[in-house]
Structure formats: C-alpha cells, structure tokens
C-alpha cells in the first residue's frame, strides 16, 4: 500500500516559468493538504482540498497559486510565473477524514528558481 | 508570535540520555500532533494526544499536554542517534479551521 505520492521530487524552473506540483494520496484517503516548507523553518499551510472542491485555501498567495484535486487523478499545486521567493520544498499529506487523524507525508517536491 | 512554538530551538545531548520538548499554542484544540522529520525527507506522525488526554506513551515516546497551559511536550527516553531529526508539534484548533497548524521545530541532535 503506498503513502502518498508527490511527483517530481526536484524541480528547477527560471522566472516566469510555470510550475506543476502533483500529489496522490494514500489510498483510502480522499482529505490532501498542501504545506510549504522554508530551510530551517516549520510547514506552513497552503490548502486543503477534498476530491473536486477546495475546502481552505486561506493560506495560499491570491495570485500565482492555484491549487485542484480532480475526480479522477493527483492532487495539483500549480505556480504561475515563478520567482525566486517561491523557491521551497512543497509537502502533501493525506488523511481519511475529518477527526483524530494523524496525517500521512509524501517525501515532498522541492522547487529552485533560477 | 505563531500557534504551535517548540522550545527549545535546537538541543544536543549524548545517547542515552532523555530528551525534552515542549510546545505552546495559543487557540482551544481537538487534539495536538508529534511529528518527526529527517533532513530533506517528509514529516512521519508520532503520536496523537486528545484534548481530553494528560498523558500518552508509545514506545520511548511520552506526550503530556496541560490545556489550561495551552503547552505540551515530547519527551523521548533513552535517546539515540538515529533519533536526530526535527520535531514538529502540530494543532488541530478547534475554531474552524481544517487543517494542522505547525511549528517552527526542534532540531535534535543525538551524539552517539
């Protein structure tokens, strides 16, 4: 049974480009949460999102950053016109619900801007 | 200052010996989450204490949370070195809001 899965695990990208972050959740779970991480730091949340809606985007930049998780395949974070601040390591994680659930890593994408 | 801050910051001790963290948060919570984190790797789940728990154990692992304090700690016995890692703890707040809030960490070093 796999965790969760995140694809690419290294991402180099040059200003402007766009960046695709992709995130399948462990089987059984249908919650996925989107985190960033700065070196030294502590995650910070981005978005929440059940299969085809977003439950909490609150902490997701209004421009640049969106965020989905269709009916059928991954999870995807994508990043318009990057920059150098977007530079980071993006984590997923996965849980089956709302409640007393621990939630479960992927191994997390980093992303340079060059 | 944020929800869910370690104390301290970094901490070094030799094996075999017990390791203390603790973490202070500032909302009502459902429950408080321990999670580890090797060095460039993802977060792996520890342990989970309700908010209607003092204390829980799980192998070298002992949580106590004091919700009048809003604090909690981690204590890890018998240390190792292949427990170096950061520890993050992790609020499940109980204002709406669906998702675990973070941390910043304790990095741990175990020197064997």
């Known amino acids: 049974n796999a965790g969760v899965m995140q694809n690419p695990r290294h991402l180099v990208r040059r200003r402007g480009q766009e960046a695709r972050l992709r995130c399948s959740p462990m089987k059984g779970h249908s919650h996925v949460y989107w985190y960033r991480q700065l070196p030294e730091e502590g995650l910070k949340f981005m978005v929440y999102l059940q299969k085809e809606n977003i439950i909490d985007e609150s902490g997701m930049p209004k421009e640049r950053f969106s965020a989905e998780f269709p009916k059928e395949g991954p999870s995807i974070l994508r990043i318009q016109q990057v920059v150098r601040g977007d530079s980071a390591a993006y984590f997923c994680a996965s849980s089956p619900g709302i409640g007393p659930y621990g939630y479960t890593f992927g191994s997390g994408t980093r992303l340079t801007v060059v | 200052s944020q929800q869910g801050e370690e104390d301290p910051q970094a901490l070094s001790i030799q094996e075999g010996e017990n390791a203390t963290m603790n973490c202070s948060y500032k909302?009502?919570?459902?429950?408080l989450q321990w999670y580890r984190q090797n060095s460039g790797r993802g977060l792996v789940h520890l342990i989970l204490i309700r908010s209607n728990e003092r204390e829980k154990h799980s192998g070298r692992l002992r949580v106590t949370l004091d919700t009048s304090k809003k604090s909690s700690s981690l204590l890890i016995t018998a240390s190792r070195a292949a427990d170096t890692a950061s520890y993050f703890c992790a609020t499940d707040e109980d204002t709406g809001r669906r998702a675990l809030t973070f941390g910043s960490g304790t990095r741990l070093q175990v020197q064997p």
């Open positions: 909302t009502s919570i459902n429950n």
